[in-house]
């Protein structure tokens, strides 16, 4: 079957450009959550979704920020005003439900974001 | 706010030698996870553990959860060139409430044939 995907697979882009980036989950996942990795360094939470809402977004570095995922399945993360900084591999990952120790998140393979 | 000290963080190997590698934290987790991942590719989970002390084989993969839920550690008998990646383990909070992952920085591994 189909795993998470993410699109687009790489995107460059200018200082002080809007970017989206957006995952499909596996179909039928309730809990979807976006990731943020550095080079050299695991990935560091943004925000995740249960349903349509986001139960926490604790994990988003400021308000240039945003995701959104309307209909509880294909969620969008938002930046304004892209800095140099901002720049890493965005991942995507869902699971089937949430809150359980044993389960299993499915990650899609990123998008790399080179902001110039 | 938590966090896991992955250890060592670079490691290159003879195809054939074992090695042990550390996860450590100073907070509790509800369960501890290992992925792989690939150089382009999101991670893969190699294993979750759950309890104080459990143990968990896959193939040449040993994992091990602390007693306390603190730290975990991956051994694997003779390392193969297929086995180079970047380990990193995951820790989830331990009240359960919240789902998300909280990331080490990774290991590096590297077999040479």
């Known amino acids: 079957g189909a795993g998470v995907s993410q699109t687009p697979s790489n995107k460059v882009t200018e200082k002080g450009k809007y970017v989206e980036l957006r995952c499909d989950p596996i179909?039928?996942?309730?809990?979807l959550y976006w990731y943020r990795q550095s080079l050299g360094q695991g990935p560091e939470f943004l925000i995740y979704?249960?349903?349509?809402?986001?139960?926490?977004d604790s994990g988003l570095p400021n308000d240039r920020f945003f995701a959104v995922r309307p209909e509880g399945s294909v969620s969008t993360l938002k930046i304004q005003r892209t800095e140099r900084g901002d720049s890493a591999v965005y991942l995507c990952?869902?699971?089937?439900?949430?809150?359980?120790?044993?389960?299993?998140?499915?990650f899609g393979p990123g998008t790399r974001l080179l902001v110039l | 706010t938590q966090l896991l000290e992955q250890s060592p963080q670079f490691l290159s190997i003879q195809e054939g030698e074992n090695l042990t590698v550390y996860c450590n934290s100073s907070?509790?987790?509800?369960?501890l996870q290992w992925y792989r991942q690939e150089p382009g590719e999101g991670p893969v989970l190699l294993v979750t553990?759950?309890?104080?002390?459990e143990v968990k084989k896959l193939k040449r993969l040993t994992f091990q959860f602390g007693d306390a839920r603190k730290d975990s550690s991956l051994h694997i008998t003779a390392a193969q060139p297929g086995d180079t990646g970047l380990y990193l383990c995951?820790?989830?909070?331990?009240?359960?409430?919240?789902?998300?992952?909280?990331f080490g920085k990774g290991i590096t591994l590297s077999v040479r044939p």
């Open positions: 179909s039928g996942h309730t809990a």
């Open positions: 979704f249960q349903g349509t809402g986001a139960a926490d």
């Open positions: 995951a820790g989830k909070d331990y009240t359960g409430a919240n789902s998300k992952l909280t």
């Open positions: 907070s509790v987790f509800s369960s």
């Open positions: 553990v759950v309890t104080g002390g």
């Open positions: 990952a869902s699971s089937l439900t949430s809150g359980y120790p044993q389960e299993t998140q499915y």
